[in-house]
Structure formats: structure tokens, C-alpha cells
């Protein structure tokens, strides 16, 4: 594990302002998309324009046509009618023939350039219509990335908060193993090595007295025996605190009946099991997990509550096995144990974690609710059929 643990506070700074970035990005987009809405709108308000403007030049263009051939007809009339016209009605006819001939002539020319202004305008609409799809493309694309990213990156936090749980629960696994091989030793070492050192002697000093005082020698052998049951049942503690070799002999409640007896009476906390059905049948894997679970409840009652009763009770419900641990301790802040990560020193919270995941492996939860000064209780809930192929033994 790395020296210094990954403060997600920070890490959460930096998705904000990534987020924002891309916030500022995506509102870009969507400006650049507008404003190009906005000058289609504009371009084909200007062709609707365009497009009038064209068609009236058009009518009046055909109307100056008319004009002008009727002109130019009475020119050809007055000029051939010469004794009948005079020369001010032939000049007369003359000059309208040529300034309605400049006036067609002009009228074409506006018509030409507005044609050409309409053409301009289709081309610049055509253009304009492919930027606002595209836009309007990338913009719902955009968001739709953006949700996702969002996302994505505010579960960053989460996701590298359970991974970094996980890091220090298999730490604190690792250290509570090498504790536990400690007190094993030191268990074997005062306990059944010291007895089985006695034993050696005792089977020594027997040999010595066998044959000089029979009386001497029937009194160590009756210590002898003391001595031997006494490391046996040393030895048993020991094996019944490693795994409970009853709990495949007898079954669930029996092994919590004598761990809860042995547990009332090293701690003189008083403790009351109630099952609704003694004889439930179950899973070896589920007897083990419930048996961790209520053990290391226990656990943390004896080491934070101060607590002087605890009620534990077991039934099955709707295909569960539903437990409850109740203790009337000095109880604790759920958000407090739960937010003491990035640490080694909050047992509680790790005890909580593992006793979660433990339920958790079997698609079961754990529930806790505690207040200071209002006592904890432990509801857990675990199927009672599962897929052993997906579940891994303890």
C-alpha cells in the first residue's frame, strides 16, 4: 500500500473543476448552435425578401416589355405616317420608345442582380443548414457525453473510496492475522506447551517412583490426568476460536449457545439468544458468515460499548435469515466511524466493513443504527439459497 493514502476531498476538487470545464465546453456548443440558428433564421428572412423582390421585378419587367413593343409598334406607325404625324409626335414617339427601352434595360439589370443576390442566398442557406445540423448534432451529442461523464466522474470518488476501504481492510486483515498468530503462540506457549512440559515431568518422576513408593506414584499419575484434561481443553479453546469444529457437528445455534456462554462469561456482559427455529438447516457457508458476523458484533460490544446487555435474535423470513444484535451501550455516530477513513486506528468502522462485506459475498446487507447514548443494533439479512460456484469459501 502506498505511504500516503489518496484524500478523495481532493479528488473531488479536481472533478468539479474538470466538470466545470467541460461544462463551459458544452455551453459553447450550444451558443455556437444558437447563433447559427440564428443567422438561418436571419438568411432566410433575407431570401423571403429576395424572393418578393424577384418576383415583382419580374411582373414589372413583363410589364415594361408590353410597354416598350407597343412603343416601338407606334413608332413604326408615326414614322411610316409621316403626312398624317408630325415631326413633334415622331420625335414625341421616338423619345418613349428609347426611355422605356432604358427602363427595360434597367429593369432587366435589377433583375439580373436579384437573381444573382437569391442564388447567393441559397448557397449561404445550404451552408448555414449543414452548420446548424451539425450543431445541433454535436450538441445532443454532447450532452448525452457529458451525462455520462458526469457520472462516470463522480463515481470516481466513490469507486477509489471502496477500492481504498478495501486496500486498508486487507491491511488491517493482514495485521489482525499476524495478531491472532501472536496470540495463538502465546496461547500454546502458556497454555498446553507449559502443561505438556508439566506432563513430561510428571511422566518422569513416575518412572523414578514406580518401583520406591506406589502411594507417591498413584498421586502424580491422578495430576498426570489433571494435567492432560486441562491442556485438552486449552487445546479445544484454542481450535473452537480458529473454527468452530461444532458448527458442522451440531449446527449454528448450539456453536452460538456455547460461544455465547463463554463470552457472558469472560466478559460478564449478559447476553440472550433467541432463534425462532432451533433446528434451521443451513448452508455451511451461511452458518459460518453468521457466525462471523454475530462474533464480531460481539466483538465491538465488548470493545466500545460498555454495555451491560445484549439481546441476539434469528429467524427465517421470506426465503432470509434475518438477525438482529441489540446491545444498550453508549452507542456511537454512524457518520463519524463511517467517514474515519484513510485510517488504520478506527476498528469499529473496519469491523462494521468486513462484517458487510462478509453479507455482501452472499448477496445479503447489513444495517446498523446507533445514536451516542442509545445503544447499537446489527440487522442483517442473507438469502438463504445461493449459488455456492459464485461464492467463495471462507
Do not use: W
Amino acid at each position: 500500500m502506498s505511504d500516503e493514502i489518496l484524500d478523495v476531498s481532493e479528488l473531488n476538487a479536481i472533478v468539479k473543476e474538470s466538470i466545470e470545464s467541460l461544462e463551459k465546453g458544452k455551453t459553447q456548443i450550444f451558443e455556437i448552435f444558437e447563433q447559427a440558428q440564428m443567422e438561418y433564421k436571419d438568411l432566410e428572412e433575407k431570401l423571403k425578401l429576395i424572393h418578393d423582390k424577384v418576383q415583382t421585378t419580374i411582373e414589372e419587367t413583363e410589364i415594361l416589355e408590353e410597354m416598350e413593343k407597343e412603343s416601338r409598334r407606334h413608332l413604326m406607325i408615326v414614322s411610316k405616317g409621316f403626312n398624317i404625324y408630325s415631326e413633334e409626335d415622331i420625335k414625341h414617339a421616338y423619345e418613349r420608345t428609347k426611355d422605356l427601352q432604358i427602363k427595360l434595360a434597367l429593369k432587366r439589370e435589377q433583375e439580373r442582380q436579384l437573381i444573382l443576390q437569391r442564388t447567393d442566398l441559397e448557397q449561404q442557406i445550404r451552408k448555414m443548414r449543414e452548420i446548424v445540423e451539425r450543431s445541433e448534432y454535436l450538441a445532443s451529442h454532447v450532452t448525452v457525453a457529458m451525462n455520462y461523464l458526469t457520472g462516470a466522474l463522480f463515481n470516481i470518488g466513490d469507486t477509489l473510496e471502496e477500492l481504498q476501504k478495501k486496500e486498508l481492510l486487507g491491511v488491517k486483515v493482514i495485521m489482525a492475522q499476524e495478531e491472532e498468530r501472536q496470540r495463538i503462540s502465546r496461547d500454546i506457549h502458556d497454555g498446553p506447551a507449559q502443561s505438556l512440559t508439566n506432563i513430561v515431568i510428571k511422566c518422569e518422576i513416575c518412572e523414578k517412583l514406580f518401583d520406591i513408593d506406589e502411594e507417591r506414584t498413584k498421586r502424580e499419575i491422578r495430576e498426570l490426568k489433571g494435567l492432560a484434561r486441562e491442556s485438552l481443553k486449552e487445546i479445544r479453546g484454542i481450535i473452537f476460536d480458529l473454527r468452530p469444529m461444532s458448527l458442522d457437528d451440531l449446527g449454528l445455534i448450539p456453536t452460538l449457545e456455547q460461544y455465547i456462554a463463554k463470552f457472558q462469561r469472560d466478559t460478564g456482559i449478559d447476553v440472550q439468544l433467541i432463534a425462532r427455529d432451533k433446528d434451521m438447516e443451513l448452508d455451511s457457508v451461511i452458518e459460518v458468515a453468521v457466525f462471523r458476523i454475530i462474533q464480531e458484533a460481539l466483538n465491538n460490544i465488548k470493545k466500545h460499548s460498555k454495555a451491560h446487555q445484549c439481546t441476539i435474535e434469528l429467524n427465517i423470513k421470506d426465503d432470509n435469515l434475518v438477525g438482529t444484535i441489540s446491545d444498550n451501550g453508549v452507542g456511537f455516530d454512524m457518520d463519524e466511524v463511517e467517514s474515519a477513513k484513510g485510517t488504520l486506528k478506527e476498528e469499529s468502522g473496519f469491523g462494521i466493513y468486513s462484517m458487510r462485506q462478509r453479507a455482501e459475498l452472499l448477496k445479503g446487507r447489513v444495517n446498523i443504527r446507533s445514536k451516542q447514548g442509545e445503544g447499537t443494533d446489527v440487522k442483517f439479512e442473507i438469502p438463504l439459497y445461493i449459488d455456492e460456484d459464485k461464492v467463495e469459501e471462507e
